[in-house]
């Protein structure tokens, strides 16, 4: 996306003795916690944010490479500087292994929507979390992840109706869910929780996943931020235990 018009006030040292790069980093981060920048975007030059904020434009590139050793912001190389897009391919998710010993090591991943419909809400942790009253009307889209049809999970996404009108109209198989919320109704996720547990294969787990009843599962709930900390999905997912393998290498 083209540069955001310069929005910083002029800065001002505080008396405590705060680095001046420090409250303009804070200044900045304020401005993408609030979606002035939002991810994809660029930010304005270093010069118009030293002009914006009275500030030099080394004291500008220092709070600049602050935010982007944070990880809030990335430098291109001859294009400018950039709010970073969150990774969600950080997630426990990517952990499902997407291959048995009978599947190729390139298999077809297929996103596929099972039920998507708009109901009331009568899950009361759902409601308080989306900020909804118990009745109150929700997007609940149910899809399933398979690789060379082999279902590895399936999960559930609860959005707020009023916050995604229609959305329940739209055919969502083999969608990235975020992206199409960004480009069709302009929320933006730039951030997402997730908690992971073990349990075991309900009835529907064991109808959708193909395994025994009260075989041993992985569960993962999720929930997604846009700015100013809304809420914007709660998914919950099941997984197969045995397509499930966690490594990560620490250093």
Known sequence: MRATRASLEEIEPQENGQPLYRQVMEA??????????KPGDQLPTETELSVTTG???????????GLVQEGRLVRRSGKGTFVTRPRFDRSFNRFFRFRTDEIAANPLIELS??????????????????HLKRGDSTVVLHR???????????????????????????????????DFLEREYGVYVVRAVETLQAG??????????????????????????????????????????????YQIELS
Request: glycine share 4%; net charge positive.
């Open 28 to 37: 900045i981060r304020n401005n993408l916690d609030v979606g002035i920048w």
């Open 55 to 65: 500030v030099s434009e080394g004291t500008i590139r220092q709070a600049v490479l």
């Open 113 to 130: 929507v099972i039920d998507l419909k708009r109901q009331p809400v009568q899950d009361n942790n759902i409601a308080a979390t989306l």
């Open 144 to 178: 399933a992840i398979s690789a060379d049809g082999v279902t590895v999970c399936h999960y559930y996404s609860y959005l707020a109706a009023k916050s995604f009108p229609k959305l329940e109209r739209h055919a969502l198989s083999n969608v990235a869910l975020y």
């Open 200 to 245: 075991t294969a309900s009835a529907e787990d064991s109808q959708i996943l193909k395994i025994a009843k009260g075989s041993p599962v992985i569960a993962i709930q999720r929930i997604a931020y846009s700015h100013g900390d809304t809420v914007v999905e709660i998914r919950r997912t099941v997984g197969r235990s045995d397509t499930f393998q």
